[in-house]
């Protein structure tokens, strides 16, 4: 999308000097009416005290999830804040170089990059991925461990090229043997700037966004559009148990207490073996088109009662059954696959996990979350209940003496 805005925005790039040097080359051709301003550092860990420096910019944008992380982190980020994705484009660019020097791209070690997208991109061209090490970001790992990751990786398997998506870790390794350094595809910064410029402009209400759903069932439901009379829209069959629905962005993210649980689901959970929902919400009938088919297909490996909300520039969200067998335990989640699964940024499941690490219980009622995220009570228990019904928090008891009504006390299970 080119922007067409009528005021001028100062975007904040921050990065490396030759990725916001990228940035503005693609900003001067396709996003003529910003303002880029160049942030640069020379190491990740500068990122929080660029920020500070320049708080005249309207929004900011990291050429990476490591500076985005660190800078949520420091508490410094106050402004509307995106960052560029290294996996699509960027990723199958890397694999392209690889194969074309003759290198094994079954092989590689890669770093801040999450292992579903991963796997994901290399499988989706046919590449294997049992011996391709991954380690993704998260707070508190620095250069060095990333660094030693893919030395750890080499000594294993000579001849693997590590791909890393920092700099710094680039010059640590790179005579080391073969490396590359992710720099990001023209079409990810773009997306990246387009985001920003939707967070800024508010051109597009979310009541005027087509919401377009994808349901698949095993068997006809005669009862279906009756179920989907509170998304206020139209259900039209395309075959003997395939369906589309058709609704607006801000019905749709009412009914799933955005994005985080959606009643439908439920209700046909309790009539079919297995359930697939897509939602694409987009500018157009088309590109809600486009994105319902994307998530339609997610469905297929990610459980037998699944909806995927795919809103655009790479983010979906993933919806499960919510009523989980009460005596199974599960393993806690990556905090990329919490984050996407409870609708909530990484850098609020972070001061969540954090907040969870200074319990001697590891148990956390909402007092505790409102102080840890700075917001409301009310918010915080809204926040608990949004990771409750994704799965990802448990109410485990009260709180004993507590005056008035007991506090619930939450057992969240987030990897970080």
Known sequence: ????????????????????????????LEFTDHLVVPLTYRNEAQAAEVVAARPEVDALLFT?????????????????AAYIDY????????????????????????????????????SHVGIPTGDVATLEYRSGIDTRRLAEFHREHARHRPGAVAITCVRSVYDLIRED???????????????????VTMELAGRISS???????????????????????ALAG??????????????????????????????????????HVWVRIGLGVGRSAADAEALARRAVERCRSAGPFTAVVSVGAGRDFVIT???????????????HIAAR????????????????????????????????????????????KQLERSGLAQPVGTVAGSAGRPAVRYAIRIDT
């Open 207 to 229: 009541d005027a966004q087509v919401a377009l759903g994808m349901i698949e069932l095993p068997a006809p439901d005669d009862r279906l559009a009756d179920d989907i009379r």
């Open 64 to 80: 990476g999830v490591i500076p985005y992380t660190l800078a949520h982190t420091a508490g410094v980020v106050t402004k509307p």
């Open 321 to 335: 059954e919510t009523s989980p067998d009460p005596n199974r335990t599960e393993e806690p989640l990556s905090l």
């Open 341 to 384: 699964r409870a609708g909530l940024s990484r850098a609020t499941l972070l001061k969540l996990e954090a907040a969870v690490a200074a319990r001697p219980d590891g148990e956390v009622t909402a007092g505790d979350v409102a102080a840890a995220l700075g917001i409301e009570p009310r918010s915080a228990r809204r926040t608990l």
């Open 1 to 28: 999308m080119s922007s067409n805005a009528e005021h001028t925005y100062r975007i904040g790039v921050v990065g490396p000097s030759d990725l916001v040097s990228l940035v503005k080359r693609v900003a001067a």
């Open 87 to 122: 996996t699509g484009a960027t990723l199958y660019g890397a694999l392209v170089e690889l194969m074309s020097a003759g290198h094994d791209p079954a092989r590689i070690s890669i770093d801040t990059l999450a292992r579903p997208l991963v796997v994901e991109s290399l």
């Open 177 to 195: 043997g073969y490396a590359i350094r992710l720099a990001p595809a023209i079409a990810s910064v773009r997306t990246a700037l387009d985001t």
């Open 234 to 271: 139209s259900l039209f069959p395309t075959g003997p148990s395939s369906y589309v629905l058709v609704s607006t962005r801000g019905v749709l993210a009412q009914h799933t207490c955005d994005w985080s649980v959606m009643p439908l689901l439920e209700q046909l959970a309790e009539r």
